[in-house]
């Protein structure tokens, strides 16, 4: 058992690195039986899940969306904000009374929560009926801790950062578009953000093994890939000291996968390099996510971002000089400890001279452990939520401006399947990330297709076949 520990976690001591081969067999012990497995949150999330659900197939398990049939029950949770705990939280009490009705029930909380010093803590004094915690770098332990409840075993916590996995199998959802890992952690300690306590220190994964599975991937004729890091840009500065990411760009580019994207970019880690490669290559998208957090000064230097707003706005500048085309979106945080209304004018400034394709948007949230958790907050959340409107208003007007200038305009669409919300017309994404939906033909899912732009929204935009 090893519990999460945030000053082992802020003091980062350097041990080696391993990189362990994950690709066990294991037998089919749990055949019949059923899992229900819910995901939260990111991206990196959501490529977890693909991984967890292999591990369960592997051990004979098929899915079910219906909570009461299931055997074993697992939470890929979520910590970044506060209520993306509560949710969690408020779906536990349902679990816990199916747990009532079938006592062989195994519940197992995975992802950000099961890394966070105070709440491993808290499900282990009150939420007694969890049988599993297992910390987001640890998800390969699934099968071995399954096998040992399945033996009696009790609650048990795993979270280790020190490890890189290799050789990890994954159930892809798409068969069309795959998620590659290319580093996990985050070593920037932006000080609002629990992500480097939960996902421990930056590890890249070796180069051999990143384009031996985007080969891999080819081979099978995946359409698109992207390199997932929640810190992207930052990969290789742990391992290498003449390869990094725009090198990695480069040689996944060469491998002639249709389509390259990558998520999420720090600005200070953007190099020159990185722009010129993405410009070079026709088969990496242009569509950066470069979250800015803050238009602020005096913000981003209590954020720890370290970037000034000018420095940001440079870097901007200079992608859209080579890289004309590029859509930009970013990430914004209103109501930061002491954000004064002059600081949010500063945002608004920003965001009214970069003219962003899109932006997530967020209120402040206190997160246990982390600097900013500890710094005086006086501004009324009603005043939050009032800048949070102003601040959404705007960059949907801006999202919407960018898309009405494709209007009558040939766009390449990568057909994704079905729309979810109307099952006559497909979705698919431009090169620059933006959702087209069009007339249902099964013949075009999977192909990159040219189609004409009939109508623009702020969120999506509506497609002919030509
Ligand atoms: N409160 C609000 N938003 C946050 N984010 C990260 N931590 C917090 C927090 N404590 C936002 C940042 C980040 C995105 C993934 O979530 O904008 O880029
Ligand atoms: Fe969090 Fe900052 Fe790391 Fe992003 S770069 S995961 S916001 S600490």
């Not at 297992?134 to 280790?160: A, C, F, M, T, W």
């Not at 950062?161 to 994954?170: G, M, T």
């Not at 431009?430 to 990159?448: E, Q, R, S, Y």
């Amino acid at each position: 058992m090893k519990l999460p520990n945030y000053e082992e976690a802020k003091s980062r001591t350097k041990v080696d690195i391993v990189y362990k081969d994950v690709n066990i067999k294991y037998e089919e012990v749990f055949k019949n039986k059923k899992y229900f497995l819910r995901t939260y949150g990111c991206q990196m999330n959501v490529h977890d899940s693909e991984e967890i659900s292999n591990y369960l197939i592997m051990l004979g398990m098929s899915k079910t969306e219906v909570l009461k049939d299931a055997d074993v029950i697992l939470l890929n949770t979520c910590a970044i904000r506060e209520n993306a705990h509560d949710k969690v939280i408020g779906f536990l009490g349902r679990c816990k009374h199916v747990k009532k009705l079938n006592k062989d029930l195994i519940i197992i909380i995975m992802g950000c929560m099961a890394a966070q010093e105070d709440v491993v803590k808290e499900f282990q004094d009150k939420h007694k009926y969890i049988d599993i915690i297992i910390g987001p770098n640890n998800i390969y332990d699934l099968p071995k801790l399954l096998l040992e409840r399945q033996k009696g075993q009790n609650i048990e916590v795993h979270s280790n950062s020190d490890i890189v996995p290799e050789n990890v199998k994954y159930h892809r959802d798409s068969k069309i578009s795959a998620w590659v890992n290319v580093m996990y952690g985050c070593d920037k300690f932006c000080t609002y953000c629990i992500v480097p306590y939960t996902r421990g220190r930056e590890r890249s994964r070796k180069k051999e093994a990143i384009l031996k599975e985007c080969k891999c991937l080819i081979e099978n004729g995946y359409q698109e890939i992207t390199l997932l890091g929640q810190n992207v840009n930052a990969y290789g500065n742990d391992l290498y000291s003449d390869y990094n990411f725009a090198s990695l760009l480069e040689d996944i580019a060469k491998l002639g996968i249709p389509r390259l994207r990558f998520v999420t970019s720090h600005p200070w880690n953007f190099t020159d390099k990185m722009i010129d490669v993405i410009a070079k290559y026709d088969n990496i998208m242009p569509y950066i996510h470069l979250p800015i957090q803050s238009g602020s000064n005096n913000i981003l230097r209590k954020m720890n971002r370290r970037y000034t707003k000018e420095e940001y706005l440079n870097l901007v500048d200079k992608i859209r000089k080579k890289i004309p085309k590029a859509a930009i979106t970013t990430d914004i945080i209103v109501g930061f400890p002491g954000e004064t209304k002059e600081d949010f004018k500063e945002t608004i400034d920003v965001v009214n001279c970069c003219k962003f394709d899109g932006a997530y948007t967020f209120i402040f949230s206190k997160r246990k452990g982390t600097p900013a958790a500890l710094l005086k907050d006086d501004t009324p959340l009603e005043e939050k939520e009032k800048r949070l409107a102003t601040l959404n208003e705007l960059v949907n007007r801006y999202s919407k401006e960018n898309n009405k200038r494709l209007l009558g305009k040939m766009v390449p669409v990568l057909i994704m399947g079905v729309s979810e919300k109307d099952n006559t017309k497909m979705y698919g994404y431009t090169d620059t990330f933006k959702l087209v939906n069009v007339a249902f033909d099964k013949a075009f899912i999977g192909k990159i297709i040219a189609v004409k732009i009939i109508d623009a929204k702020s969120f999506s935009l509506d497609g002919k076949l030509t």
